[in-house]
């Protein structure tokens, strides 16, 4: 379940394991009582009212920054099942979970070639791996500029690229496959 395709329309509070950049947070969010679009979104010490409605396949979620302000967030699920974060320009991929099932194949070092594909089309702008890299989980590899909006792309797992696809000014399609890193199924030295 993401949070992208859901707005809590009854009294059910979600729990919810959300992940950015590697970064791991425990999110609830509860329907505001008498607002049927108004949802308490909270973090460890962080609490928001957001107004939260359907727009074009995602969601609008207008958050309060001060007495006279707000700030429009947009939400887009992804093919893989993240989520596609929006705010100033600036676009995040986020990983939505509920908790109940284990992490999936790729965070949790399932053996094999795990691909890191465009999002979107776009013109690549930074390449930061070389086939033989080390990377870990979470590590950027490369970044596509999208409408104007760079994003950056992480390695699914911990691993070794045995594969870079492109290269820096290059153009690509949504779907293209940029960056293949494979499992390391090494055991760890030990001290």
């Known amino acids: 379940m993401t949070a992208v395709?859901?707005?809590?329309?009854q009294r059910r509070v979600l729990r919810?394991?959300?992940?950015?950049?590697?970064?791991?947070?425990?999110?609830?969010?509860?329907?505001?009582?008498?607002?049927?679009?108004?949802?308490?979104?909270?973090?460890?010490?962080?609490?928001y009212v957001v107004d939260a409605v359907p727009r074009a396949g995602g969601l609008s979620l207008t958050m309060p920054v001060g007495p006279w302000a707000s700030r429009e967030v947009t939400c887009h699920a992804l093919a893989s099942g993240d989520?596609?974060?929006?705010?100033?320009?600036?676009?995040?991929?986020?990983?939505?979970?509920?908790?109940?099932?284990g992490r999936d194949a790729a965070a949790s070092g399932a053996a094999g070639?795990?691909?890191?594909?465009?999002?979107?089309p776009g013109r690549v702008v930074r390449v930061s791996v070389e086939p033989g890299d080390v990377v870990t989980r979470g590590q950027q590899v490369v970044a596509v500029e999208a409408?104007?909006?760079?994003?950056?792309?992480?390695s699914p797992i911990d691993g070794v690229v045995s594969e870079v696809r492109v290269?820096?000014?290059?153009?690509?399609?949504?779907?293209?496959?940029?960056?293949?890193?494979?499992?390391?199924?090494?055991?760890?030295?030990?001290?």
Request: proline share 4%.
């Open 147 to 154: 409408m104007k909006m760079e994003n950056a792309l992480a």
């Open 113 to 120: 070639d795990h691909a890191i594909v465009a999002s979107m």
């Open 5 to 9: 395709s859901q707005v809590p329309t």
């Open 167 to 191: 290269a820096v000014d290059d153009t690509v399609e949504a779907a293209t496959v940029l960056v293949v890193v494979s499992a390391d199924d090494t055991e760890p030295a030990t001290p």
């Open 16 to 47: 919810l394991q959300v992940e950015i950049a590697g970064s791991l947070r425990q999110v609830t969010v509860e329907p505001v009582a008498g607002d049927s679009s108004q949802v308490m979104v909270s973090w460890d010490d962080t609490r």
């Open 83 to 101: 989520v596609r974060i929006g705010l100033d320009g600036r676009q995040v991929t986020v990983r939505v979970g509920d908790g109940r099932r």
